[in-house]
């Protein structure tokens, strides 16, 4: 397996933009993490999804953003409009079973809005 | 809000020399607590896990000491090398619930010294 896929690996917009971040997970992995790192926040859980369906979406900041998994095989993060501090990197995880077994990440996508 | 505090936020360790880590947790759920590693560009990758049924796990030249009354749990990088460069996170969750995801320390930034 190639590990978890995110697209694209660098995205630069401008304010008020819309922005969709795509992540293809671990086949046969049943759960899929959105986090966001920033310098002064560090790694931050944004959503968690278990068999697709999303569990817990307490860490979305804003209703700016919003998350889908509309199969096993896809995710997305949308942002709308995108704002300057949401700058930064973003990683989509995908683990066999919940949080408590290894989480593998992607390489992430490095999101810059100006 | 759950947290996970880790120090220190940085540390120069000489080639060979013993590297620590500290953590400290205040959810007395969590049951999960791994260590990842990420290096520049990269998205963090397991290390090492252990489960409050043990008080220490190791790997080769990584060992976890995990102090479940104290609340505390430590990494701890044997003979290291330059080569253990790179960004340590602990972090803790919940299989029972309510803590699903990781919840991640802010970072210890580590320089091994030729």
């Known amino acids: 397996d190639a590990g978890v896929i995110q697209s694209p690996r660098h995205e630069v917009t401008e304010m008020g933009q819309e922005v969709t971040l795509r992540c293809k997970p671990i086949s046969g992995h049943n759960s899929l993490f959105w986090y966001r790192q920033t310098m002064m926040r560090g790694l931050e859980l944004l959503i968690y999804?278990?068999?697709?369906?999303?569990?817990?979406d307490s860490g979305m900041p804003e209703d700016r953003f919003s998350a889908k998994m509309p199969n096993a095989s896809f995710s997305t993060l949308k942002i709308q409009p995108s704002e300057p501090r949401d700058s930064a990197v973003y990683f989509c995880a995908s683990s066999f079973r919940g949080g408590t077994t290894e989480a593998f990440f992607g390489q992430g996508t490095r999101l810059t809005v100006v | 809000q759950q947290q996970v505090k880790q120090s220190p936020q940085s540390l120069i360790v000489q080639k060979g020399g013993i590297s620590i880590i500290n953590c400290a947790y205040e959810n007395t759920a969590f049951d999960y607590f791994p260590w990842y590693q990420q290096f520049p560009g990269k998205g963090p990758a397991l290390l090492i896990a252990?489960?409050?049924?043990?008080s220490e796990k190791k790997e080769g030249r990584f060992t976890i000491s995990f102090n479940k009354s104290a609340k505390q749990f430590s990494l701890h990088i044997m003979d290291s090398q330059p080569g253990d460069s790179a960004t340590y996170f602990c972090a803790a969750s919940s299989s029972g619930g309510g803590a699903d995801g990781l919840t991640f320390g802010k970072g210890t930034h580590l320089i091994i010294q030729p």
């Open positions: 999804f278990n068999n697709n369906v999303p569990i817990d």
């Open positions: 252990i489960r409050p049924d043990v």
